[in-house]
């Protein structure tokens, strides 16, 4: 006697595509990525421009200088290399939304129905969370670390940092606290490849505060204030990941399989 669910028709069944063909759509989706930064970085070009993106990256230094201390370029060509990259750092993401809709567009074909429901919601809260991140690092924490530092400078010295060391500085703090916002979507994934369930997650928390402490420790300055901040923020994201775990697991899961599973139990 046949089993009604193996008798179900594959919803992928004739969806498969020749090797060549996969490769020419990857190429498609690449060029309208780098079409879409391109479009974002001539209009950054126009308005409002290079020059004036780097300053306002470099507005919370600036802020924290002694009067009449300015930035510094020790390099010839950084006047100009700096402030480009930083144009296309913000036209990148900028074009985010477009780049990340196209590897959706790829990969959805070869998708059943219920992992469409996860990878939508998570490539847009995802890139929502990393862009919180980076507004949350420039807003709030660069004040207070470039304060901190400015505070323990000797008054034989003279602040003046070089545009370079300060980009470099920039991105990896961007980086930093845009990928510390992802906690969520990594306790989301843990939960839903069934490497670990919500009820462990809960049971490991005091592990996860102390690795917290030590990481956040390392990525920031050497300022009290940023690294609680950090500290307090990326706890908090891990509470709301476990709740949003047992949550968004359900509302994903395959219609064939138990509605009570291990990854759902509290």
């Known amino acids: 006697m046949s089993d009604p669910q193996n008798d179900k028709p594959d919803e992928l069944a004739g969806t498969e595509q020749p090797f060549v063909q996969h490769l020419m759509e990857l190429r498609d989706r690449m060029i309208k990525a780098v079409i879409a930064v391109g479009i974002a970085a001539a209009l950054l070009a126009l ?14 230094l600036v802020a924290s200088l002694p009067k009449g201390a300015t930035l510094i370029a020790t390099n010839v060509i950084s006047p100009f290399v700096v402030p480009i990259k930083i144009l296309f750092m913000a036209a990148f993401m900028i074009a985010l939304p477009v780049v990340l809709y196209q590897v959706w567009a790829f990969v959805a074909p070869g998708l059943y129905s219920h992992e469409k429901k996860l990878v939508m919601p998570l490539v847009i809260s995802s890139t929502l969370l990393f862009f919180v991140g980076v507004a949350f690092c420039y807003y709030f924490v660069f004040g207070q670390v470039f304060q901190f530092i400015q505070s323990f400078a000797p008054k034989s010295i003279t602040a003046a940092p070089d545009i370079e060391e300060y980009l ?23 939960v839903r490849m069934g490497v670990l369930t919500v009820k462990q997650l809960r049971e490991y928390r005091g592990y996860f505060w102390v690795i917290a402490a030590v990481v956040t420790a390392l990525v920031t300055p050497p300022d ?43």
């Not at 990326?234 to 476990?242: A, D, P, Q, R, T």
């Not at 775990?245 to 509290?266: G, I, M, N, R, W």
């Open 224 to 266: 009290a204030g940023s690294m609680i901040m950090l500290l307090a923020v990326v706890g908090s994201l891990y509470e709301i990941g476990i709740v949003a775990a047992q949550l968004f697991v359900k509302s994903t899961k395959a219609p064939d399989t138990d509605a009570d599973t291990e990854t759902a139990k509290s």
């Open 47 to 60: 308005f409002p421009g290079p020059s004036a993106l780097y300053d306002l990256m470099a507005a919370p």
């Open 168 to 190: 470099n500085f920039v991105l990896g703090m961007f980086l930093a606290f845009g990928l510390a916002f992802e906690v969520p979507i990594a306790v989301i994934l843990l």
